[in-house]
């Protein structure tokens, strides 16, 4: 699809999120002034798509199919929200830096990196990706998302060996899940960066859903003597995050 079609599809869902009645392909293609034979084209993609429903007075309306992706954009942009305070004021707790992070895919996409002037300078940037199978986050949601859906994202993990540490079969990564499910946080230990360890935690919804994780990330020297407070301090954040976007403990 062309740029020019991206835009006439987003110019197409502002209007008719204004008519909820719905309207028909001329009044789209009037209100908008596009030809009428490209507005009928791009209103069967959407349809077929489900991001566009159609009456039984041939009158078009927004679909089922932009639901989800609607709720998906609510769930991410609320916990980053609900989230910053929490992390900034453990990032002052811990003195470390703290990490939030959210599922793109097989990978993790940082949302959030809070730095304490005395943090360990890692390469993780706002907005990069991350493999799953070696970092503390990513392993927080293997650990914590359904087991069908962690069975797939698994058999997605390329398992390349990127520091001594690193684990490379998948048998090693499910008894590790294993312990990290018993326990409630996941642990990156020299397993993507040399020198860094890394607590991980999960943030749920009001639906039960892992939606995003948390982290402290730290120099191995530093963390390890302070582990079982700082275990502490960043489940009680990730417990407060997720009590805050509706979650209850079944």
């Known amino acids: 699809m062309s740029v020019k079609s991206a835009v006439r599809v987003m110019e197409i869902f502002e209007l008719l999120s204004e008519h909820l009645e719905g309207l028909t392909v001329k009044e789209i293609s009037v209100s908008l002034s596009l030809p009428q034979s490209s507005t009928f084209n791009l209103v069967q993609t959407l349809c077929r798509g489900s991001y566009l429903t159609q009456t039984g007075v041939k009158k ?93 994202l698994i058999e997605e993990q390329d398992f390349n060996k990127i520091t001594e540490n690193t684990i490379t079969s998948k048998s090693a990564l499910l008894e590790q899940l294993r312990i990290y499910s018993e326990q409630g946080y996941a642990i990156d230990d020299e397993e993507n960066e040399e020198g860094l360890y890394c607590l991980a935690a999960p943030v749920f919804n009001a639906r039960q859903e892992m939606i995003a994780a948390i982290s402290i990330a730290g120099p191995k020297f530093r963390m390890l003597p302070n582990k079982e407070s700082n275990v502490q301090r960043l489940l009680s954040v990730s417990e407060r995050i997720s009590k805050n976007l509706g979650y209850t403990k079944s």
């Open 60 to 152: 078009y309306k927004l679909g089922p199919g932009l639901i989800h992706i609607g709720s998906s954009a609510m769930d991410g942009l609320n916990v980053h929200s609900e989230g910053e305070a929490h992390l900034r004021e453990l990032m002052k707790e811990v003195q470390e830096t703290v990490f939030m992070a959210v599922l793109s895919e097989d990978k993790l996409v940082y949302v959030s990196k809070l730095e304490y002037n005395r943090s360990i300078r890692t390469g993780a940037k706002i907005g990069s990706k991350m493999p799953l199978y070696c970092t503390g986050l990513g392993k927080a949601f293997l650990t914590f998302l359904s087991e069908q859906k962690r069975d797939h």
